[in-house]
C-alpha cells in the first residue's frame, strides 16, 4: 500500500511508544553489536526515555519493579507482532495483539485533557501505568494490523540487527530501524562490489 492511507497523530504516538519499548525492553541485535535489554533501575530509566512524559495522560508513573516487569512482558510480546507481521504472518500477529489486548484490558474511552478538550485514551481512569502504557499500545498495533496497514510495521533487514520500526513514509519503502542502518548496509554492499570488481 502506498501513502494513500496513514496513521493519524494518536496512533503514530502510541505505535513509537510501541517501537520504543520493543527496542529497549528486549534482547537482541542492535546496530551490528548484541543487545541486553536493562535490568533494575536502568529498565525504569529506559521506560522513561521510551515513553516520555507528554502532558496527555493521567496514567501515574510510579519507578517500582512489578510496574517495569509488567512493560517488560508487553513489550517481549508486541516483539512478536512486528516480527510475524514480517514473516507475513498476518494470523499469529493479529492472535498476539488480541491477546494483548485483553492482558491489558484496553478499552476506548474519551477524558477531558488539561486543556479541556476531549481526548481519546485506551485504558481506565485508574490503570496503572504499565497496562495504560500497555493498552494503549496494543490498541494502536491493533489498528495498524486491522486497518490494512499491518505492512508499515518492521523489524530492520540490517545484518545483525532486530530493532522495529514503524513506517510512516509517504511511499512506505523503509527497511531499516535508524540511518545508521541503513548507512551501514550500503557501506557494506558498496564494499562488496568494490571487492568483487578488484
Known amino acids: 500500500m502506498t501513502g494513500q492511507v496513514m496513521f493519524d497523530s494518536h ?3 502510541r505505535l513509537e511508544h510501541a517501537v520504543a519499548l520493543v527496542n529497549a525492553l528486549t534482547d537482541g541485535e542492535a546496530r551490528g553489536r548484541p543487545y541486553a535489554a536493562p ?42 507482532v512486528f516480527e510475524a507481521v514480517q514473516a507475513g504472518e498476518l494470523d499469529v500477529a493479529a492472535d498476539v495483539v488480541n491477546a494483548l489486548l485483553h ?13 479541556g478538550d476531549w481526548q481519546l485514551h485506551f485504558h481506565g481512569a485508574n ?29 530492520c533487514q540490517a545484518e ?22 541503513q548507512n551501514r548496509t550500503k557501506a557494506a554492499a558498496f564494499r562488496a562490489r568494490k571487492g568483487a570488481a578488484g
Open 11 to 13: 496512533v503514530v504516538a
Open 39 to 80: 535490568g533494575g533501575t536502568e529498565r525504569w530509566a529506559a521506560i522513561e526515555a521510551a515513553v516520555p512524559q507528554d502532558g496527555t495522560s493521567a496514567l501515574a508513573r510510579t519507578a517500582d519493579g512489578t510496574q517495569a516487569e509488567l512493560l517488560a512482558e508487553t513489550a517481549r510480546r508486541m516483539r512478536e
Open 103 to 115: 492482558a491489558t484490558s484496553a478499552r476506548p474511552r474519551l477524558d477531558r485533557g488539561a486543556g
Open 127 to 155: 490503570d496503572s501505568f504499565a497496562s495504560g502504557v500497555g493498552a494503549s499500545c496494543a490498541t494502536a498495533l491493533a489498528l495498524a494490523v486491522g486497518g490494512g496497514l499491518a505492512e508499515r510495521l518492521g523489524v
Open 160 to 181: 545483525r540487527c532486530d530493532r522495529v520500526y514503524t513506517d510512516t513514509s509517504r511511499n512506505g519503502v523503509r527497511q531499516f530501524c535508524s540511518t545508521a542502518c
